[in-house]
């Protein structure tokens, strides 16, 4: 059977659209994120969309299944604030284990219902479940407090511990593939890669295929923490990914630039999935699937990507719709790296 890497010489592969867009469509109230489990939790939960696949499992499981429906070959677990750190907004940080598990369960139960639904496609390679690991709600590379400069609000060890547990709960629930995503803040980064690593070498196991997605926060083509793409690119290159990419922050329209760098430098495949365009004074995607699905058709024919779907703001319409407009363009080749013999 053929694995990502055959499927990503082939063709461009479409990862889903945003999770928590589709969460919104279901109009949830405080008592639908407790559940009866969490009815009297201290802390309001409502917002807690990582706790809905112990709460709200059939929800989460119907939104993976309308983006496998749509045409994508990669499905992200909803985990996007899935670890300790951000988890104490809620005073749940000792469930982020019990949270990935349940979320890679929600995951790989809407794979399995959507190859019951499509034997002919148990033969093939995927639909691949993608342990999504976010930026985390605190950062190592900028202080919280204007007046202090120096000041951090947590160490590089914490994080690391906190993204270990994570990646490990995500392997041991059974995910494809590791996806460290939105990146802003590039120490962070390091921090989930270290833990990554890590974790293999301590089970003595070969690392899963790793995907890196940084966010340019604006038209400087930086992210949040100051470095530019060329800079993060080479800040994470020594992790090996399988692709590297951008997803968030930008519409496509707005992300082309960003993205043809990325694909002129890479040594690996590249990865864009952006937001429904920029958001309407009321903070609301208004880009249509096919505005969207026009622009990455135009990257994907320049030989930008690898792999392309939807962030914030976007539906399965827009994965559908994106899907079906690469669908018959040939994938971006790898360069071909020269090594550099020492004299």
Known sequence: MKDIRDLLNEKILIIDGAMGTMIQRYKLQEEDYRGSRFAQWPSDLKGNNDLLSITQPDIIKAIHLEYLEAGADIIETNTFNAQSVSLADYQMSKLAYELNIAAVNCAKEAV????????????????????????????????????????????????????????????????????????????????AIYAVKKFFRDIGKKSLPLLISGTITDASGRTLSGQTLEAFYTSVQHAEPLSIGLNCALGADQMRAHIKELSQIAGCYTSAYPNAGLPNAMGEYDETPAETAHHIEEWAQEGFVNIVGGCCGTTPDHIRHIAEHVKKIKPRPLPVMEKVLAD
Do not use: W
Not at 158 to 164: G, L, S, T
């Open 112 to 191: 399995e219902t959507f190859l019951d639904r499509h034997p002919e496609k148990r033969d093939t390679a995927g639909p691949f479940v993608a342990g999504a690991i976010g930026p985390m709600n605190k950062t190592l590379s900028l202080s919280p407090d204007v007046n202090n400069p120096g000041y951090r609000s947590i160490t590089f060890d914490e994080v690391a511990d906190a993204y270990y547990e994570q990646v490990k709960a995500l392997v041991d629930g059974g995910v494809d593939l590791l996806l460290i995503e939105t990146i802003f803040d590039t120490l962070n980064a390091k921090a």
